[in-house]
């Protein structure tokens, strides 16, 4: 279900929840018509199929309800990190791919070291706005960036290692 563009959501909730934003609410009404108001006077008729229409538009559409359909009868599965192959249970790999499970380890690991470094560089950004390197940042500007930027990764963060922690004490 698409957010409505009149209702509201907290930006830290449609990171967490992976709420879908309705990018042609925004494109139409947001940056359109403004733009057809600027270039009106030059354009004249031309200026509002500017971004509306044409063969530089490209228009895509995208399935993302959560639920509904057939969607409430289906039932999450994990994959195997190597080959995306549906698994039964929650570890980290198939058979066929068990003996690379050691490169696909580290190559989830190195993708949460690069996350934690990006958060670490945005966790700094924040105390230097902050004023102090020593304290913890509380922030409430939330018209920043980089604060959602952060959270997005804090998010991802999380995400990535959950999906480690599917490998368990595998023994390699």
């Not at 139409?28 to 403004?34: G, M, T, V, Y």
């Not at 959560?66 to 995306?84: H, N, P």
């Not at 570890?91 to 066929?96: D, K, S």
Request: hydrophobic share 35%; glycine share 6%.
């Amino acid at each position: 279900m698409l957010m409505s563009p009149f209702e509201a959501e907290d930006p830290i909730y449609v990171l967490e929840n992976s709420v879908p934003i309705d990018t042609m609410y925004y494109l139409e009404n947001q940056l359109a018509k403004p733009l057809s108001r600027i270039f009106e006077p030059i354009l004249g008729d031309k200026a509002e199929s500017l971004l509306t229409k044409g063969d530089h538009t490209r228009v895509t559409t995208k399935s993302v309800s959560k639920v509904g359909g057939l969607t409430a009868f289906t039932k999450k599965s994990f994959t195997c990190l190597g080959c995306k192959a549906v698994l039964k249970g929650k570890e980290a790999t198939c058979q066929h791919c068990f003996p690379k499970a050691s490169e696909i380890y580290q190559r989830e690991i190195y993708g949460l070291t690069a996350l934690e470094t990006k958060y670490g560089r945005l966790w700094t950004e924040c105390q230097r706005c902050s004023g102090s390197l020593l304290e913890e940042v509380l922030c409430t500007a939330r018209d920043c960036p980089i604060f959602y930027m952060r959270e997005k990764v804090r998010f991802d963060v999380k995400e990535q290692t959950e999906l480690i922690e599917r490998f368990g004490k595998a023994a390699w």
